[in-house]
């Protein structure tokens, strides 16, 4: 009996999900992902391992990802007024205290507004370059994607939302709209699958998979094991309660899979 299947990636958690399971040693997590990686065999792998009865058709996997990187806070520009820089450093004195308290002491003891001014552009020029400097990791890893893309078969990246980033802080926020396009696609897209694979530990999708399966449709989640056998934390547990069943792939499958196994041994 034939088994229709489509594959949902949440494109983040399986991400950070190999940089978490496989060090440095085993690929360089500057790149996006593994680049050696087959992603039609390996999705197709997966779904023969969650359904051994069947003959199963992988129709598509869809990988959900962001699609661009916001910026906070608005920057210093040039056509801002002296009086503007310095009430923009006013708003952000709270996140300068912490990131940058040296700064912000160095500016508090200027003499005057004009000394204030150079600091704060000074400051926006670093932003500046710091915001470039993502924008361009961003776009490498949209070529990335792209280039999984093209090499594979039966993989469409579905990109929607934004992630924040923030300058100050040097660090991204939290982003939702992955979770809710996902879980959008998966009862959307019930009538040309017969199972649900879903790639992620996230209990967001709890909601979701409940739906799917109103719909008459069978909903299998995917977890990877530690070397030591264990499961990575997460909302596995609450999504494993909900789906029909779920599957565990191990640290050693999975390493062969990436094609990480000629890497540098553990020591």
């Not at 949902?8 to 399971?21: A, M």
């Not at 160095?106 to 932003?127: I, Y």
Request: with cysteine; net charge positive.
């Amino acid at each position: 009996m034939e088994n229709r299947v489509c594959i949902f990636v949440d494109g983040e958690n399986l991400r950070f999900t190999i940089k978490n399971l496989f060090s440095p040693k085993f690929f360089n997590h500057k790149e996006y992902m593994p680049i050696d990686t087959n992603w039609d065999q390996f999705f197709d792998n997966i779904a023969i391992k969650a359904l051994p009865d069947y003959r199963v058709k992988r129709i598509r996997t869809y990988w959900y990802v962001i699609d661009k990187v916001g910026f906070y806070p608005p920057l210093i520009h040039q056509n801002m007024k002296q009086s503007e820089k310095i009430n923009w450093f006013a708003k952000n004195e709270t996140y300068l205290n912490k990131t940058k308290k040296s700064f912000v002491e160095a500016l508090q003891a200027c003499s005057n507004a004009d000394e204030k001014e150079t600091k704060l552009d000074k400051l926006s020029s670093d932003l500046i370059g710091l915001k470039g400097s993502v924008d361009s990791t961003h776009k490498s890893i949209r070529h990335k994607q792209d280039l999984i893309a093209k090499d594979n078969n039966a993989i469409e990246f579905c990109r929607s939302g934004e992630i924040q980033y923030n300058l100050l802080k040097r660090q991204y926020g939290k982003e939702k709209t992955v979770d809710v396009n996902l879980s959008l696609g998966m009862v959307l897209k019930a009538p040309i699958y017969d199972t649900a694979i879903i790639v992620s530990g996230d209990q967001d999708y709890v909601p979701a998979v409940q739906q799917v399966k109103n719909l008459g449709k069978h909903v299998i989640n995917v977890s990877f094991q530690k070397i030591d056998g264990g499961l990575l934390p997460g909302g596995a547990r609450k999504l494993n309660e909900v789906t029909d069943w779920s599957m565990q792939i191990s640290f050693q499958e999975f390493q062969t899979a990436l094609s990480l196994e000629q890497k540098l041994p553990l020591s």
